[in-house]
């Protein structure tokens, strides 16, 4: 069976039959309650009828003339006293309804009654500012629930735009990087730096062609690491110990693209130290109750200063990619960064429970 779509049924339907409805529904309803008393609902049926005369055009004139002039303009004192004046003079029409129409239909043998009665135009406000009001009400309500929806559209195609910035950031940064990396081998004439340029090449083709999805399977992120990591490797060779342990970890998993590799690729760039003999890396990815857990850690010099532990904690890299998981993941993650004398920690714990 076919899902019904209650909000395009409702804002997408013809105007003319919602209105036709409303007053099927108003005076239908009103012709029960009032029929009720006397049990004759033929009768006020046909009142309302002659009552509809008036209150029709006072609805409207509120509607598409009021409405969008004060109301929606946030004016409202004219607009309250402005429908205030609308239902005295339709009152008045409403008592020159019932001299002239209502009177000779339906209670002929009466005697006629003055035009100029206060009392009884002050009373037939009762026949008119109750269907306004409703009207009002409902006009209101469609007006407020569109607004919150273009709002919310707004809103969404901002944090789009935004989040699509963010991810092309990551493209050059990266890159820029890498092919640092390249040049500084080619210098040496290094025999890796083919070697280099075909996963470089590889890289490029995941970066390009295949992140631009909102998730990708988490093994795919996992080989871009590795990759990066056989990149880094060729680059200080010996001098530096990589571990990279994987426990727990679902193939199928989805993530977004690129929020793992820029806390790698971070640690190498400000932790891992040429001046140090031996660096090492240290990288653990978990899982457990839907929550994954990285840790990254890396060795730093002795001779790291306070500006050098500032541009780690503040680099392009992370600031961007703690952003894009507040854009993706709001409130599901915790991200830390420990500084120690030795190394560099980053923990990043990030929910998935009901994201896949």
């Not at 105007?15 to 409303?22: K, T």
């Not at 200080?236 to 990589?242: A, E, H, P, S, T």
């Not at 920690?345 to 994201?355: F, T």
Request: charged fraction near 20%.
């Amino acid at each position: 069976m076919p899902k019904i779509n209650f909000e395009k049924l409702l804002f997408d339907a013809p105007r003319i039959i919602w209105h036709l409805l409303f007053w099927v529904i108003f005076i239908s309803f009103f012709s029960i309650v009032y029929g009720s008393f006397e049990e004759n609902y033929a009768l006020q049926f046909k009142l309302l009828l002659t009552d509809a005369i008036v209150q029709i055009p006072a609805v409207y004139i509120c509607l598409y003339l009021l409405m969008p002039k004060f109301l929606f303009k946030e004016q409202y004192g004219a607009f309250f006293s402005s429908v205030l004046s609308l239902i005295l003079i339709f009152s008045f029409l409403s008592w020159l309804d019932y001299i002239f129409i209502q009177h000779d239909l339906f209670w002929p043998n009466d005697p006629p009654m003055a035009i100029m009665n206060l009392g009884k135009i002050l009373k037939s406000t009762t026949k008119i500012y109750p269907v306004v009001a409703l009207a009002i009400v409902i006009k209101w309500f469609k007006y407020w629930y569109k607004e919150q929806k273009k709002t919310q559209l707004l809103q969404k195609e901002k944090l789009e735009a935004e989040l699509k910035f963010l991810k092309a950031q990551v493209h050059p940064h990266f890159l820029f990087n890498t092919l640092n990396n390249l040049y500084a081998l080619t210098l040496k004439q290094s025999k890796d730096a083919p070697e280099v340029v075909l996963k470089l090449s590889d890289l490029l083709d995941y970066m390009l062609y295949e992140c631009n999805a909102d998730v990708v399977p988490i093994k795919k992120e996992i080989k871009l690491v590795e990759d990066y990591i056989a990149l880094e490797k060729i680059r200080y060779g010996k001098r530096l110990q990589v571990t990279f342990d994987i426990v727990d970890i679902r193939e199928h998993l989805a993530i977004a693209p690129m929020l793992i590799l820029p806390f790698v690729e971070n640690c190498f760039k400000h932790g891992v130290s040429e001046a140090l003999d031996d660096s090492w890396v240290s990288i653990h990815l978990s899982m457990k109750n839907e929550i994954i857990t990285l840790k990254v850690e890396n060795s730093k010099s002795i001779n790291d200063n306070q500006s050098d532990r500032f541009e780690y904690k503040q680099g392009i890299g992370l600031k961007n990619v703690k952003r894009r998981l507040e854009l993706i993941y709001p409130n599901l993650f915790d991200l830390n960064i420990l500084d120690s004398e030795e190394s560099f920690l980053v923990v990043l714990k990030l929910n998935l429970q009901g994201q896949q």
